[in-house]
C-alpha cells in the first residue's frame, strides 16, 4: 500500500471528523466485524473454496479489514511498513523454508 492510498484513508476520516471515535478498541472491534463480514463471503459453500463469483464482494470486504487496519495503525502510532516488515522476520525464524516448505503445520509442529 502506497503513502498516498494511507493518506487518502486518513484524509476521508479527517474529513468527516470521525478520528475523535477511532479509539483502539472500537478499531480493533470494527477490523474483527469487517473481517466477518469476509468470512460471511464463504459461509454455507461447504467443500467449494475458490473464489469464482465472489470476487466483487470479497474486494469489498477486504478493503474494509484494510482501511481498518490502517485507522488502527494510525491510531496506535505504529507505522504499517515497519510492523509487517517485522512481523515477516519473526515468521521467518518461526517457520524456516527447509522446515515448512509445503507444510501447513504451525511452527511448534515442524
Request: glycine content about 4%.
Amino acid at each position: 500500500m502506497t503513502e498516498e492510498t494511507i493518506k487518502e484513508i486518513l484524509k476521508f476520516r479527517d474529513d468527516r471528523d470521525w478520528k475523535q471515535f477511532h479509539n483502539p478498541k472500537d478499531l480493533a472491534i470494527s477490523i474483527s466485524l469487517e473481517a466477518a463480514e469476509l468470512l460471511e463471503v464463504f459461509q454455507w459453500s461447504g467443500a467449494d473454496i475458490s473464489n469464482e463469483g465472489k470476487r466483487e464482494k470479497i474486494r469489498e470486504e477486504l478493503a474494509d479489514v484494510v482501511n481498518y487496519c490502517v485507522l488502527m495503525a494510525d491510531a496506535c502510532g505504529l507505522d504499517l511498513d515497519e510492523i509487517v516488515r517485522e512481523k515477516i522476520k519473526v515468521n521467518a525464524k518461526k517457520y524456516p523454508v527447509e522446515k515448512a516448505k509445503g507444510k501447513s503445520e504451525k511452527y511448534d509442529k515442524l
